[in-house]
Each structure stands twice: as structure tokens, then as C-alpha cells.
């Protein structure tokens, strides 16, 4: 049953949505239609039973007070004043003899049992259908009461033909809307489809215009442009990494095979040698530092850490640092000041969290001039500030946006032993935790801060 299904929808997306589109649209309409027709013939229908219904309870009031006589003057005056002509009366005896109305004789196919009913009846040499009600009287008279229902009938007709014709234009005008549908399904997706062709064959500039129209489609296109520029940065961003590898790495290492060659060839003694393995092994050792450090920033990007959240005060680990740090501080001729609120409740990694600020906090040493002051602060206000500011040269407006790449370094940072990674990992816990870091200038020097929300109340339950 499922393949016959298979094979009998269409393959194709807009196609079904054009079907879907006609059938509920000439359903929509085709129930109207009928709704509208059963509402007419219907109402008619009413009118002509309540009129009927109407006569026969005055007639049936003249029976009560003036018996035979009265109805059947009651009955010739009605038919005079009959200008419709559609009235119908008939009164009979017992043998079915007529004594008044104006039909020839009893209906041979009038109901026996039912009170109303529908027959074709002879007036004036003329049958047409009629709606009668049949009354039985004291003494074996019996009396009909009805209508001709000659115009409804045509009436029904003409909204039945009306009806079919309807039923064709509907099928017309949905058939035409399927098509502009299934045109315009085809169109939008044709540029999602040539885009999406393009960045296969490797033009990863293309992207998938918009309408102007700001709909459904337009914030479609718009996410899949979003996710295309990110796929671009991140191509971009591997290809800088990759580069970046190739650069830094073979400098260290080449150092360090250099160095173990000259000490094959030309160290005297073991002293030389074993001071010339040493040498390359911290030479390798900062490529295998390298290695761990892009590893560390993969773990936290791929969200591998969050297993160790938990719920802890930030500031005591501040404080730790503070001090750990103030120390270092001071043996590079600097000053280390600390001010924090009297607590900082986060819910995260603490190992990764002191491991961005340390981060922070190495790199203000590392470019702070002796004599300058590094300030460390924790804020509670609105989100959790984390900030260290320093006194060197910082980051010039220009590199700040590149500053948290891999392997970023600043022209004045070139100097200075490293491997741009820090901030790196500064921005991968950030993003981890659900924060940012924000860089600015502080007039001179660095201004780091990393923002990080405040955590959901704990809920009891």
C-alpha cells in the first residue's frame, strides 16, 4: 500500500503543494456552494410548509365553528383571492366525492399514512408537483391543503445547473492558482537550489536573494545566507589556522632539529650534547603546548565541558587568583589591585572560568611596562563582569574584531613570546558559559572583560 502511494504522489515538492492548494480550495468553495444551495432550496421550502400549515389551521378554525358550510365558503373565498394561482384546496366525502377546491378528484398516490408528501397533481389540464397536507375530518371528510411547488422546482434546477457551472469555474480558477503556486514554489526554490549548487562547486560568495517582501521565504533565505557566512568564516578561519600551524610550528621545530643536528656533529663531550637535547626538547615541548592549547579550545567550542557545570561563588576564585598573581605581579616591577563584589554566584566550569582570567591576567603582565598597575574587578549588576585592565600598549581598533582568532598577533605583540591562542580560549569559554568578551581601549592600555549571565533561581520540586 505504501509503494502504491509512493509511486502515485508526485515527486515533485511543487507540484504537491499546488494539489494540496486546488483540492482544499474547490472543497472550500464546493462546500459553499452547497451551503448555500441547501440554504435556499431549504428556506423556500419552509416558507411554503408554514404556509400551508398556516391555511390549515384557519380552515381548521372555520371547521370548528361553522362546520361543512363554513369550510367550503371558506375554501371558494381563498381560491378567489388566490392571485398566485399556486393555492391547492380539495375537501371530499367519504365516497371521495368533491364538494370544494379546485382539483378534479383525490390523488390516487396521496399518502395514507403520512400527513405530508409530495405528488404531481392535474390542475387545469396542467400536472405539475405539488407539497399537500392531508387532514381527515369528523364524518369521513377528508381535506387537502397545499402548493404549487412549480417555481421551486425550476428554482432547485436553476441552482443545480448553477451549482454545476460553479463547480467547473471553481475547478478552473484552482487549477490556474495551482499553477501560480507551483510557479512560485519553483522560482524560490530554484534560488535556493542554484545557490546551494554554486557553494558545492565551490563558490562559496554566492548567496540567496531576497524579495523585498520580508515574508516566510525572505527570512528563509535570510537564515540560509546567515548560515552560509558562517560556513565562510569558519573556511576562512581553517585555512588561517592551518596557515598559522604551518608558520608557527615550523619555526620551533626546525629550531629544534637545527639544534640537535649541530650537537650530532660538533658537541664536545656529554655535557653539550645533553645541554643541546635539552634545548630541543623545550623547543618541542612548546609545540606540543601548542597541540593541547587547540585542543583545550575544541573540547570547550564542541560544549564537551559542560558536564562539570555546576553551581559555585566566582569571587573566592578571584581572590585566589589575586593573589596567586599579585605576586607575579610584583617580580615584574608591577602592582596588582583587586576589587570585587562580596560574592559572584555562577553556574559553569570554576576550572575553565580561572583558567580565561589567568589568561587575561598572564597577558597584562606579559605587555604591561615595570611601574604600571593591572587592575583585576569582579562586578554584579545586571550580568557578571569580569575585568582586567592594564596599562601597556593594548590592541589597536583595527585588529580588535581578529583578536580572538587562532593564532592572531597583533604587530606589536610580535615580539613578545607566544602563540595567540589566550584569547582564544578567553572567547571559547565565554561563549561556553553563554557570555562574550568584550575588548576596548583603556586609555592606555587593555581593557578585557568577559560578561557572563546571571544563573536561573534554583526551583523547587
Known sequence: MKRLWRAWVPHSAGVRFAAIYAILFGASAL????????????LLERQVAAAIGADMQGLDEQWQEGGLPALILTIRDRLAENIDDDAIYLLVDGRRRPLAGNLARWPLDAGVTADWFEVSVLREGVRSPAL????????????????DIQARARLRRLLTDALLWSVLVVGLLGSAGALVIRG???????????TTEAISAGDLTRRVPLSGRDDEFDRLAETINDMLERIARLMDGVKQVSNAIAHDLRTPITRARTRLEDALLHAEGETALRAAIERGQADLDGVVGIFQALLRIAEIEAGARRSAFARFDLAASLADLAELYGVAAEEAGLRLDFVCAASLPVFGDRDLLQQAVANLLDNAIKFSPPGGVIRLEGRLDADIQLIVADGGPGIPPED?????????????????????LGLALVQAVAQLHGGRIELADNAPGLYAAIILPLPLPLTGG
Open 31 to 42: 462546500a459553499l456552494a452547497l451551503f448555500l444551495w441547501w440554504a435556499t432550496a431549504g
Open 132 to 147: 399537500l397536507h392531508r387532514v381527515d375530518l369528523p364524518g369521513g371528510y377528508r381535506l387537502l391543503v397545499g402548493r
Open 400 to 420: 580588535r574584531l581578529h583578536a580572538t582568532e587562532r593564532f592572531f598577533r597583533g604587530e606589536r605583540a610580535r615580539s613578545t613570546p607566544g602563540s595567540g
Open 184 to 194: 512560485l514554489f519553483r522560482r524560490t526554490l530554484a534560488n535556493v537550489s542554484r
